[in-house]
Nanobody, 123 residues
Framework: MVRLSESGGGSVQAGGSLKLSCKAS????????MGWFRQVPGKEREGVSC????????WYTDSVKGRFTIIKDDATDTLYLQMNSLQSEDTAMYYC????????????????WGQGTQVTVSS
């Protein structure tokens, strides 16, 4: 059974950093494209960043380019999202997911979801 367990969320001031982790189990992590998504209450969930199964290709939504970095560690079956220069607009529930393809980083292409971890950025 696919299991995705996120951690690392919390409250931080604007300009600060957080590193989200997603521990995967129940499937061959090395072979899977992965992604991070986020959702604010009342808004649609959006793709933040996705990474190919090999880790060689990645995609970022425009608003996080240059600030966030997605990392796929096949040795530990863990997906990371390093978030720097956080802004109040980054406040959301963040979800880890398996994705069909890294360059279609959106809900219709997600195959499995984690339970989410809350990130709150105060200005």
């Amino acid at each position: 059974m696919v299991r995705l367990s996120e951690s690392g969320g919390g409250s931080v001031q604007a300009g600060g950093s957080l590193k989200l982790s997603c521990k995967a189990s129940g499937f061959p992590f090395d072979d899977y494209t992965m992604g991070w998504f986020r959702q604010v209450p009342g808004k649609e969930r959006e793709g933040v960043s996705c990474i190919s199964w090999s880790g060689s290709r990645s995609w970022y939504t425009d608003s996080v380019k240059g600030r966030f970095t997605i990392i796929k560690d096949d040795a530990t079956d863990t997906l990371y999202l390093q978030m720097n220069s956080l802004q109040s607009e980054d406040t959301a529930m963040y979800y880890c997911a398996t994705v069909q393809t890294y360059d279609y980083c959106s809900d219709p292409f997600v195959t499995n979801w984690g339970q989410g971890t809350q990130v709150t950025v105060s200005s």
